[in-house]
T-cell receptor
Framework: EDKVVQSPLSLVVHEGDTVTLNCSYE??????LLWYKQEKKAPTFLFML????IEKKSGRLSSILDKKELFSILNITATQTGDSAVYLC????????????FGKGTKLSVKP | NAGVTQTPKFQVLKTGQSMTLQCAQD?????MSWYRQDPGMGLRLIHY???????DQGEVPNGYNVSRSTTEDFPLRLLSAAPSQTSVYFC???????????FGDGTRLSIL
């Protein structure tokens, strides 16, 4: 059975801290891995990773994929209260749709 | 720039009632999906469509029907509501297989 596991499930940090969120997966026919940020409503897309070792970066956020060890990390440096959210990892698996298998998410709380 | 629009935002039903959750996208995306999000369970795929007239089941399809008569619309029907269907429902669309999904703001559904 395909599965995606995120850790930790929740995390509390202070502004300015650096955090690392983890996502490991066991799936058949891996295509890509996606990170989303979910605040109060819709998940919003952050990164799509398809190749090992190539870092994707957007401002203070960065992510990298290791296809040999089957995991990805999402780093957030100099955290701000606006980074408080649930971060979702999803793996795209093969098939007609390229369906997404989601992890349960990491709830990040950034305190002032 | 509406993106993915879901209606209603909130709904309360009685057990046994039927209803339709509406989803429309204006990005001309071929692929559309319905998810439910429950505490501690992450996002789970209910049904998806890879184009007008084509639908298929996801991970948790029981109790739900879908149809896709146009590219823009992908309604989700609850046939006979049950308390286990209390959840937040998200509709998503994407340009093609494996591409990042764009989510609507969700419908919070409570079944008494």
């Amino acid at each position: 059975e395909d599965k995606v596991v995120q850790s930790p499930l929740s995390l509390v940090v202070h502004e300015g801290d650096t955090v690392t969120l983890n996502c490991s997966y066991e799936v058949t026919n891996f295509r890509s891995l996606l990170w989303y940020k979910q605040e109060k409503k819709a998940p919003t897309f952050l990164f799509m990773l398809t190749s090992s070792g190539i870092e994707k970066k957007s401002g203070r956020l960065s992510s990298i994929l290791d296809k040999k060890e089957l995991f990805s990390i999402l780093n957030i440096t100099a955290t701000q209260t606006g980074d408080s959210a649930v971060y979702l990892c999803a793996v795209v698996v093969g098939g007609s749709q390229g369906n997404l298998i989601f992890g349960k998410g990491t709830k990040l709380s950034v305190k002032p | 720039n509406a993106g993915v629009t879901q209606t209603p935002k909130f709904q309360v039903l009685k057990t046994g009632q039927s209803m339709t959750l509406q989803c429309a996208q204006d990005m001309n995306h071929e692929y559309m999906s319905w998810y439910r999000q429950d505490p501690g369970m992450g996002l789970r795929l209910i049904h998806y469509s890879v184009g007008a007239g084509i639908t298929d089941q996801g991970e948790v399809p029981n109790g739900y029907n879908v149809s896709r008569s146009t590219t823009e619309d992908f309604p989700l029907r609850l046939l006979s509501a049950a308390p286990s269907q209390t959840s937040v429902y998200f509709c998503a669309s994407n340009r093609g297989r494996g591409q990042p999904q764009h989510f609507g703001d969700g419908t919070r559904l409570s079944i008494l």
